[in-house]
Structures are given as structure tokens and as C-alpha cells.
Nanobody, 125 residues
Framework: QVRLVQSGGGLVQAGGSLSVSCAAS????????MAWFRQVAGKEREFVAG???????AYADPVQGRFTISRDNAKNTLYLQMNSVKVEDAAVYYC???????????????????WGQGTQVTVSS
């Protein structure tokens, strides 16, 4: 059984830094595509960043150059480091994993099979 447990997040001042983590069990994250999505109330969930099983990364334009997705294979944990945070980054952040090993990466939330519980990120101006 695959399980994704998130931690981190919280309140950050605009311009500051914050990180979120996603500890996986039941799957080796080195073999599957994973991603971070975020959602604001009343809006669709949107892609933030993704990491392929190969380690290649991709970012949504609004976060390019400010956010970094990474993983620690030994800890089987995915991370999102958020720097130069903006007010518009405030959202509930979700980690996600595709269920098929060595599958292609995706920015489409419908192609992800497993989800973390969500972590609130609040940005003060």
C-alpha cells in the first residue's frame, strides 16, 4: 500500500523561504515520477514542480527559479524548497506519485495515483 505523508509548510513572510516534505512508503520513489501540486479554494489544483524517475525536474513558470524539487532516495522522501515566496504562492500543497514504475512524468493531476494529505502554506505580506 502506497502512502504519502507530508510535513512542513506553515506561515512565511513574503520574500522568505519555506519547505515541505513528503515521506513515501510502499513504493521506491527513485522509480516513479512525483510532483507537487497546489490548490487555492475555489480553483483547480495546479502543477508546481515535478521530478522524473531519472531525476529530471520541471517547474511551472510562476515558480521557476524560486522553487526547487528534490528527493532523498535513501530516506524515500520528496521535498519542495520554496524561496522568495510571494503572496500568490499561498495554497494547500500536495505531493503526488504516479503508480507505474518508470512511467513518464506529467503535469496533469489526473495521471497521478497517490496523494499526500495536503499542507497549508500561508504567506503574509
Amino acid at each position: 500500500q502506497v502512502r504519502l505523508v507530508q510535513s512542513g509548510g506553515g506561515l512565511v513572510q513574503a520574500g522568505g523561504s519555506l519547505s515541505v516534505s513528503c515521506a513515501a512508503s510502499g513504493v521506491r520513489i527513485r522509480a516513479i515520477p512525483m510532483a507537487w501540486f497546489r490548490q487555492v479554494a475555489g480553483k483547480e489544483r495546479e502543477f508546481v514542480a515535478g521530478i522524473a524517475w531519472s531525476g529530471a525536474t520541471a517547474y511551472a513558470d510562476p515558480v521557476q527559479g524560486r522553487f526547487t524539487i528534490s528527493r532523498d532516495n535513501a530516506k524515500n522522501t520528496l521535498y519542495l524548497q520554496m524561496n522568495s515566496v510571494k503572496v500568490e504562492d499561498a495554497a494547500v500543497y500536495y505531493c503526488a506519485a504516479r503508480g507505474t514504475i518508470y512511467s513518464r512524468s506529467s503535469a496533469d493531476s489526473s495521471e497521478f495515483d497517490y496523494w499526500g494529505q495536503g499542507t497549508q502554506v500561508t504567506v503574509s505580506s
